[in-house]
């Protein structure tokens, strides 16, 4: 292995990634691309592998390689021409969930595809019969918007006409979406370019060579990691609290065996799959323990399908982590996916408990909704997500108001919030004592209040942990609550939606009307703490004290 080569050809292409996603953010219409950054770039070689990506959503990091497999059955190498442009969102095909929409392009040299530019985002709008693509009262598939299978949306840098038509057609803002799908072509055809040009730098077997080394590298590198961790069987279980269909609750449980240098996580006694739209798809599920893997291990270690080969994914058909058609997924990826991993985490705790942090909020919030516009005379649709409290690590606090752990992604600034939509928001603000308390503290969640400033807004919300909080670990204790609250006009009590709008869930509800005056507040999780709050630093106390991080009273009944 040219060792040299290998750095250089990795860190281009890593490189050539990042812009990429630049020109995604810069040229998108909706807020979701240009200010929370969900989406990822990335590129696979001719069998759809991942060659490259850069540090954006971990969730389709874990699942590009995947998602290409799958498309490039579908329409072969050899069915390609060159400025064709594949797009793909089906969950049933290898996707994670329904709003995210692959885009890829293929790279010919010579006349033969050796590599793909990939770029998937969370489009705002699908259709489907919430506006946001969030519906938590789905009971199937057809509810959450419009499948696409792998379809060619450019054939040989020519638009497909009837493809944009039957896009356009199924959703409330076509003109946002139009902007939003342009953008991420205009991604995978930079990185198209980038890439061409690298490969001719090299010469084309020079590069494949190199490539192939790269994945064996990093395939070396995860096999020392899990060398490291002593051989043995960890399980753990975590919980979401309800499906918004049915008040139950159901387990995510993982079967971490660990043999010398692979790892198998079996999700054999996982819950059978739900009647709502918390159901992970099996993409998601490897995704999942992928981003766990990752989490555990060496940073550095460059992210390909070479990392992922010791690391072995079983999860049993029909459950809530591999979704049997037609049952809804939506919120598979949003909220099940950090229940896995953290499941998964709480596994390793019991083996390397130095390398774990607690729970995190685990939820995107996914607060969703649309309606007409006034001041700008058309229908807009948001997805707006919020950050939670991290779990505190064995050396320091959890990390206050970050993005879970398969996101990685941007709250959108008030000035922003406020100028494309109709709310006013009054407060928003770290959550106090919303941190496990421990020897290291969870970090906090947030509050935010927001006003309707029109005569109706359609709300729609995907979320978790208003009744099961973040586990700590090691006599840690658990991470606060999070909350969805309504206090309509004229009204002085804060009511959730089971209690306003007689909903099944406070979490995941579907088409609740505000009105000009009302206001909503959002709670988010805090993270689990880590040790025994006995432990703390008195000085940390103090200082936690003085910050606001925690009240008084917590501070003296609690430490």
């Given amino acids: 292995m040219d060792v040299v080569s290998v750095n250089i050809i990795n860190s281009s292409m890593v490189s050539i990634c990042r812009e990429m996603g630049i020109t995604l953010m810069k040229t998108s219409y909706s807020t979701i691309f240009n200010e ?9 070689n001719a069998k759809g592998e991942l060659i490259a990506v850069a540090d954006y959503c971990p969730a389709m ?22 400025g064709d442009v594949i797009l793909h969102n089906d969950p049933y095909r290898g996707g994670l969930h329904l709003p995210e929409h692959t885009v890829f392009k293929p790279i010919f040299i010579d006349g033969e595809v050796v590599a793909y530019a990939v770029a998937i985002g969370h489009l705002a709008e699908v259709g489907g019969m919430t506006p946001g693509g969030f519906a938590g009262e789905a009971t199937e598939i057809f509810q959450e918007g419009l499948r696409l299978p792998p379809v060619k949306i450019v054939e040989q840098g020519k638009d497909n006409e009837a493809v944009w038509k039957i896009m356009l057609a199924n959703v409330r803002t076509p003109r ?8 991420l072509i205009s991604a995978a055809n930079l990185g198209e370019q980038r890439l061409e040009a690298l490969i001719n730098k090299y010469g084309k077997d020079f590069f494949m060579k190199t490539v192939d080394d790269l994945m064996d590298y990093s395939e070396r590198r995860m096999r020392a990691e899990i060398r490291e961790i002593p051989n043995g069987l960890y399980q753990f279980e975590d919980y979401v609290e309800n499906d918004g269909i049915e008040d139950k ?35 998601v599920a490897k995704s999942a323990a992928y981003n766990a893997m990752l989490n555990l291990t060496d940073a550095s270690i460059p ?5 992922f080969r010791p690391i072995h994914v079983v999860a049993p058909p029909g459950t809530v982590v591999n979704v049997d058609y037609p049952a809804p997924e939506v919120g598979g990826n949003t909220e099940t996916h950090p229940r896995i991993a953290f499941a998964v985490l709480g596994a390793f705790s019991k083996a390397v408990p130095e390398k774990v942090i607690a729970c995190e909020g685990g939820t995107h919030i996914n607060f969703v909704f649309g309606g007409y516009h006034e001041d700008y005379e058309e229908y807009y649709v948001c997805y707006d997500l919020e950050a939670v409290g991290w779990g505190a690590r064995p050396y320091a606090d959890g990390n206050d108001m970050v993005d879970s752990i398969n996101g990685n992604c941007r709250t959108t600034p008030v000035e922003v919030f406020e100028t494309r939509f109709p709310w006013l928001i009054e407060s928003f603000h770290l959550n106090q004592d919303s941190g496990g ?34 586990y700590g670990l090691f006599e840690g204790e658990e991470g606060g609550f999070g909350a969805t609250l309504i206090k309509k006009n004229g009204e002085d009590e804060w009511k959730d939606v089971v209690e306003a709008y007689g909903k099944v869930s406070s979490s995941k509800f579907s088409n609740i009307p505000i009105r000009r005056g009302d206001r909503v507040k959002i709670v ?18 103090m200082e936690d004290v003085l910050d606001g991080f925690i009240s008084k009273k917590a501070a003296e009944t609690i430490y």
């Fill in 36 to 44: 929370a950054l969900d989406f990822t770039c990335g590129l696979a």
């Fill in 61 to 82: 990091i874990g699942g590009m390689p995947t998602l290409i497999e799958n498309c490039i059955k579908e329409i072969p190498a050899t069915e390609m021409k060159p």
């Fill in 176 to 183: 946002y979406n139009f902007g939003d799908l342009k953008a």
């Fill in 249 to 283: 609750v159901f387990t995510i449980k993982a079967n971490v065996y660990v043999e010398n240098e692979e790892v198998v996580i079996d999700y054999e006694g996982t819950s059978p799959q739900a009647r709502g739209p918390i159901n992970a798809t099996y993409g």
């Fill in 303 to 307: 992210k390909n399908s070479g990392c």
């Fill in 437 to 470: 308390a421990g020897k290291f503290r969870g970090g906090l969640g947030a509050e935010k209040i927001l006003k309707c400033n029109a005569d109706l807004i359609t709300v729609s919300q995907m979320t978790d942990r208003h009744h099961i909080a973040p």
């Fill in 524 to 541: 988010t999780p805090g993270g689990g703490g880590y040790g025994s709050p006995s432990e703390r630093d008195r000085d940390m106390i």
